[in-house]
């Protein structure tokens, strides 16, 4: 079963995704931040990261997308975000 790993500061969000997903079929991890996110990463692996794009500081998952490329070029990561403009 594809394994994913949720990164979003809400609980919320997170926990939409998790239950969409879950449904889905997929195992489902979260985390509520970048740091969270590369210590359950070198825990485990994953097939797909699902990340917001600003969790706290501003470039938080700019930051977690080129950690994740340093680590595993190959992992996917998909960047959502709900705001308009990504800088």
Known sequence: MPSIL???DEQRQRTILQR?????GYEVETAEND?????K????????VISDMRMGKMTAGRDL???????????PVLII???VALD
């Open 35 to 39: 740091v969270v996110a590369l210590e």
């Open 6 to 8: 949720v990164v979003d």
């Open 20 to 24: 969409i997903l879950k449904r889905e």
């Open 81 to 83: 975000t709900a705001h």
């Open 65 to 75: 997308l080129r950690e994740i490329k340093q680590r595993d070029p190959d992992l």
């Open 41 to 48: 990463i070198a825990e485990q692996p994953f097939d797909v």
